[in-house]
């Protein structure tokens, strides 16, 4: 061996990789002494052997033709070409690896050089992540539903309290308690989207949206606050279609409105757009009592409020909440501000030229009960299945209970009571879900028994994407809603009987 062979093997060896070389004919001509470590084999046991003998059974056929064609036409590959790829050790057991891959010229002709990297410990750290991603997602699932429950108990006897009682005093102290429930929910809503957008559970779902839509729902929310606090809410018109998702859009525009509302004590709150580029820039413009320029920076971040003495309510989760969804929109917000003057909040978001229809919207509280109608109300909770039925019988329908798959089974064996619509949890206990509860019910009514499913996880309305005349709700229920939706139901079903 000469001087140059003795150090390029000296090299070799030092390399932090098992390295091999193979011939055109597909045998190993050389491995370096870091192969034993790594895969059991001695550099001598390897010489001579084809490399197949170091790829699992399963792809030995099929690699030969792989390797002629790399000889033909040659192009080196380096570590992390994000391919599976898996070496088979002397004792049989597989382990994940990164191969790079050169051809090289030499006297003897062309050889290829492979450097083998073990990426198994790479490769159960990021099993790891994944699986703590999943019980991240699992938590959130339930503590979304074990913290709305309550908050919709009381939402529910709330509501029933309110129809029953006749004395002012008790409608007085209820108000009262049903705006402390709504600001409960406000916050654990905004805790739980931030949590949520943090695990990455939100995915966007970007559909060609009408504006006009967006602005028309946006009117009936915020047209009210604004005159109950003696502000003028002005919206000026928009014809144009963009690119984004409805429901996470409107909820950047919501909370810019709500804080205008919050921080503006007279004049006005504008919602307009401007063209800028390819995009439409949404934005609201208030008379409020603007930001100092060294809050603007941090304005976005949690828990900041701009105001230090704010006594309005609110930990400074919204804006948070806002840039994290518009990061997931891949949107551009921003805000300019004078104290004193006012505070316009923006967001940008593509347009595009065609027009499309997007979810119908609903306005509740206008609602007739069919004489007779009648409603099956599911949930483990036997103080929700209590409130809920009282308040389906406040407003005229007749209701029975089950609180699992198994009391179902005696309700639907009943023929004296046939339901109209089903309203279901979706988490019930022992594993059980909605889902399983409308399967029951529709094998004994028919494919298209109207149901409601309830859910204080906001995911799982892609559990019925592709299921006919579900109607999907998140908990805390607007109870109005619930009744206008099953109102709607039964009068639908009767008409087509």
């Given amino acids: 061996m000469s001087i140059s062979d003795a150090l390029a093997t000296q090299l070799l060896n030092a390399a932090p990789d098992p390295t091999v070389m193979v011939d055109s004919e597909g045998a190993i001509i050389y491995a370096n002494a870091r192969v034993e470590t790594m895969l059991g084999y001695t550099p001598d046991e390897l010489i001579g052997q084809p490399i197949e003998v170091l790829l699992p059974y399963r792809v030995r056929e099929s690699h030969p033709s ?46 290829v050089s492979s ?10 750290i990021a099993q790891q992540l994944a699986e703590a991603d999943r019980s991240k997602t699992r938590f959130l699932a339930a503590a979304s539903h074990d913290l709305r429950q309550p908050i919709q108990t009381l939402n529910l006897l709330n509501k029933t309290i309110r129809r029953v009682s006749k004395e002012s005093q008790v409608i007085d102290l ?16 905004s805790l739980l989207d931030i949590s949520k957008l943090e695990a990455g559970v939100i995915e966007p779902t970007i559909t060609s949206v009408s504006v006009a839509e967006i ?14 606090k003696g502000l003028h809410f002005s919206l000026e018109p928009n014809n144009n ?83 994290r969804t518009a990061e997931l929109l891949n949107c551009k917000i921003g805000v300019h501000s004078e104290p004193g003057v006012g505070s316009c909040f923006y967001v940008e978001v593509p347009l595009v030229e065609a027009s499309a229809q997007t979810e119908e919207s609903s306005s509740y509280g206008d609602y007739y009960v069919p004489r007779g109608a009648r409603v099956l109300v599911v949930d483990d909770e036997p103080d929700i299945v209590e409130a809920t039925t009282m308040l389906f019988e406040l407003e005229g329908f007749e209701c029975m209970s089950a ?25 019930l206990r022992r594993g059980e879900t909605g889902l399983q509860i409308i399967d029951a019910a529709r094998r004994q009514y028919g494919d298209g028994f109207p149901a409601i499913l309830v859910s204080g996880d906001t995911t799982n309305r892609n559990m019925i994407q592709g299921r006919e005349n579900i109607t999907f709700l998140t908990k805390p229920v ?8 099953a109102s709607e139901l039964v009068t639908t079903k009767l008409a087509a009987a």
């Avoid at 996470?248 to 919501?254: G, Y």
């Avoid at 609180?403 to 988490?427: I, Q, R």
Wanted: glycine letters at 6%.
């Fill in 66 to 111: 792989h390797r002629g064609n790399f000889f033909k036409k040659p192009r080196a590959r380096a570590m992390g070409s994000n391919l599976e790829l898996y070496a088979l050790r002397k004792d049989g057991v597989e382990i994940p690896v990164e191969i790079s891959l050169n051809l090289l010229e030499t006297e003897h002709g062309k050889v």
């Fill in 115 to 124: 450097a083998i990297r073990d990426m198994s410990e790479q490769k159960a």
């Fill in 174 to 189: 209820v108000e009262k308690q049903q705006k402390s429930l709504d600001w409960m929910s406000k916050l654990l809503n």
């Fill in 215 to 228: 602005f028309d729902n946006l009117r009936a929310t915020f047209e009210i606050q604004a005159l109950n």
């Fill in 241 to 323: 279609t963009i690119s984004s998702d409805s429901k996470l859009l409107s909820q950047i525009v919501e909370n810019f409105i709500s804080n205008a509302i919050r921080y503006t004590n007279e004049g006005e709150i504008r919602l307009h757009c401007d063209e800028v580029d390819n995009s439409l820039r949404i934005q609201v413009t208030d008379t409020g009592i603007g930001i100092a320029g060294k809050d603007l920076d941090s304005i976005f971040e949690e828990f900041h409020q701009a105001q230090a003495n704010d006594t309005r309510g609110g930990l400074g989760l919204g804006l948070s909440i806002v840039r």
């Fill in 403 to 427: 609180t699992s798959l198994g009391t179902l089974e005696t309700v639907l064996s009943k023929k004296s009571f046939v339901p109209d619509v089903l309203v279901s949890d979706f988490h």
């Fill in 478 to 485: 607007d109870v109005e809603q619930l009744i206008s939706i």
